[in-house]
């Protein structure tokens, strides 16, 4: 049996933070991690390059059941925070579209940077260390094969489903519900819609461009980039809208969200022109032929009524998709769901069910968009459990 202040199940960036800050200050800390190297997520993630936060990183950001949750977690931990990190660890970052900020010479910069912080603070680490059991009776233990560790402190900081070929596991949702927590429903997020067999928007894999989605009979509405996929459709404004996707949601796409489809068509120098030809000087062909019906694209401009403009309008402007699903957790960027956060402290991270249990990043119900915002609640949220480890 080895004794710890603090045992923490889990190396990825949350995880990672938390040992950070309980080592600083004094703890005697354990990091246990299934898989062999660190940071696995992380080092996969933004193509490598780690989009390790956002310039502009607010509570709106986030979604779950009570986003407002993690208020005190961004308000300890900002984008500040991590910039300072980043300076003093000699880690260049660039910032792209949207405030999205990157590791500029590669994600390994800032895993080295954290495992390696967190090692000279004191923490140790065993990886590729199956956890077999959790119990807890006057303290925490942790068994691992043959080897039990002990703590009066346990952190959750195990990450959710999504991404499982970089270790992602229901463990640290198993371990919340043997506690007593419940866990709300999981679903993958960020992640591209799977459309039906008879779509006419499939084989159009290749084409991407600029649009506006949003879901019908609701409020949300993003405009980033599309990309169409052998299977459905992706890119960011896909990522996006995933989060507040729902089974048997309408989403509706605007193709050519800066134009207006009318006003183009009762242009007097466009009349002569074929509906065809005048939409393919502004979207791909392919994609025109796709989402207006043949019987109007065919058509002279100067030629069409009132109704069958305003047809062709919503063709392009809001063409409406029923997806089949969103894609797999395997294909998906986070989870959506998690250990309900009306049974954690917001201002320390600690179980309100048992004393001593904590839970950071994404096994907790918070969810970012896409850009920085998941990665950043990871630090922020890990950095305030390590305070309190």
């Known amino acids: 049996m080895e004794k710890y202040d603090a045992i923490i199940l889990g190396a990825g960036a949350s995880g990672l933070m938390a040992a950070i800050r309980a080592s600083e200050r004094g703890r005697r800390v354990l990091v246990v991690d299934h898989s062999e190297k660190a940071g696995r997520k992380l080092l996969a993630s933004g193509g490598g390059k780690c989009n390790v936060t956002n310039r502009h990183v607010s509570v709106s950001d986030y979604l779950g059941e009570d986003s407002s949750f993690c208020r005190h977690a961004l ?79 346990l952190l959750v900081a195990t990450g ?34 799977v459309l039906p067999q008879d779509s006419p928007l499939l084989h159009l894999q290749g084409i991407s461009l600029n649009a506006q989605l949003r879901i019908r009979g609701k409020s949300a509405a993003v405009e980033e980039p599309l990309l169409f996929t052998h299977r459905g459709i992706s890119g960011p404004s896909v990522l996006q809208i995933s989060c507040f996707y729902e089974k048997d949601d309408v989403v509706e796409i605007n193709f050519l969200p800066p134009e207006d489809a009318v006003a183009l068509m009762h242009d007097p120098r466009n009349g002569k022109l074929l509906v065809k ?113």
């Open 75 to 153: 308000g300890q931990f900002t984008v500040d925070s991590i910039a300072g990190i980043l300076r003093g660890a000699g880690i260049e970052t660039e910032e792209r579209e949207h405030g999205r900020i990157f590791c500029k010479n590669g994600a390994g910069e800032i895993v080295a940077y954290l495992t390696g912080a967190a090692k000279s603070g004191g923490a140790d680490f065993s990886l590729g260390a199956d956890v077999s059991e959790v119990s807890h009776t006057a303290c925490f233990q942790v068994k691992c094969g043959r080897v039990r560790y002990e703590s009066q402190r």
């Open 277 to 389: 030809n005048l939409f393919a000087h502004l979207l791909p062909e392919r994609l025109v032929r796709a989402i207006i019906p043949a019987g109007l694209s065919e058509r002279k401009v100067a030629g069409l009524a009132r109704k069958e403009r305003g047809i062709i309008a919503g063709c392009i402007h809001s063409f409406p998709v029923c997806p089949a699903s969103p894609e797999s957790f395997s294909r998906a960027e986070a989870t959506m769901g998690g250990v309900r956060t009306s049974e954690i402290n917001p201002k320390s991270m600690e179980s309100l069910l048992t004393e001593g249990l904590f839970f950071s990043g994404e096994v907790v119900d918070i969810t970012g968009r896409l850009g920085g915002y998941n990665i950043h609640w990871a630090f922020a949220s890990g950095h305030l459990a390590g305070e309190y480890l």
């Open 160 to 193: 959710g489903l999504a991404w499982p070929q970089t270790g992602a596991t229901d463990l640290g949702y198993r371990i919340a519900r043997q506690f007593g927590h419940r866990v709300t429903p999981l679903r993958p997020a960020l992640a591209g819609f």
